[in-house]
């Protein structure tokens, strides 16, 4: 298994729908978790941190599944600002450096 | 607060030429990453400082590429001599601690190798 591994998309939705995407890891000791966003041709924004089971905030929603070793990224209520590329992020053991995943691309169409 | 500063901002060579990308983090961040982002992949670590010491350069090759940061603030990637494939965006990260999920990314290079 790679260190971080996504669903290669491009995810292409409507407005208004959910969007889910999954990301595995291979280290099984990691203990934290992050979700980063890339627009086009811009730098990479932390989005959000996941450290237990899951995290919220508005809109959206990062949950971990240490038995699976995988994490998602859940959008409700797509909006066309949430067009970009969304990298999961894995520390190494240590906790450093972080190891970026390929990157998922959303699309959200009117 | 300012933020991640990197010149320049495009930078197009021709392969085995030379080429410098300069970066200034973001005041009191000890630690900055050089991270290369080859289109359509995330972005991978090639080197990490911790001050003016190097943490992890596991995956910079080392036979053409090299980094400093000799006061332990500013830094400069250098490659020397570039080939095709180092065609990417360089982007340079800092953050307040080595152990930290927030990097703070610059606007990066785009270095196009002909």
């Known amino acids: 298994r790679k260190e971080v591994e996504q669903d290669p998309g491009p995810f292409n939705v409507p407005e208004g729908a959910t969007v889910a995407f999954n990301c595995t890891y291979s280290n099984s000791a990691s203990q934290s978790f992050f979700w980063y966003r890339q627009d086009c041709r811009k730098e990479p924004k932390l989005l959000m941190s996941?450290?237990?089971s899951g995290n919220e905030d508005g809109r959206f929603t990062a949950q971990l599944n240490r038995a699976s070793q995988y994490i998602s990224l859940l959008i409700r209520d797509s909006k066309l600002s949430d067009s970009a590329t969304y990298l999961c992020?894995?520390?190494?053991?240590?906790?450093?450096?972080?190891?970026f995943g390929k990157g998922t691309r959303l699309s959200v169409i009117a | 607060e300012a933020g991640v500063a990197q010149s320049p901002r495009y930078k197009i060579i021709e392969k085995r030429q030379s080429v410098a990308f300069w970066c200034n983090p973001i005041s009191g961040h000890a630690t900055l990453y050089w991270y290369q982002q080859i289109l359509g992949q995330g972005p991978k670590l090639l080197i990490q400082f911790q001050n003016n010491g190097v943490v992890d350069d596991s995956q910079l090759p080392k036979d053409r590429f090299s980094a400093e940061r000799l006061k332990g603030v500013d830094s400069t990637l250098k490659i020397q001599p570039a080939k095709l494939e180092d065609s990417a965006v360089y982007l340079c990260?800092?953050?307040?601690?080595?152990?930290?999920?927030?990097?703070?990314f610059g606007s990066g290079t785009q270095l196009s190798v002909l």
């Open positions: 990260a800092s953050s307040n601690s080595r152990v930290t999920e927030k990097l703070f």
């Open positions: 996941v450290y237990s």
């Open positions: 992020v894995v520390p190494r053991p240590g906790n450093t450096p972080l190891v």
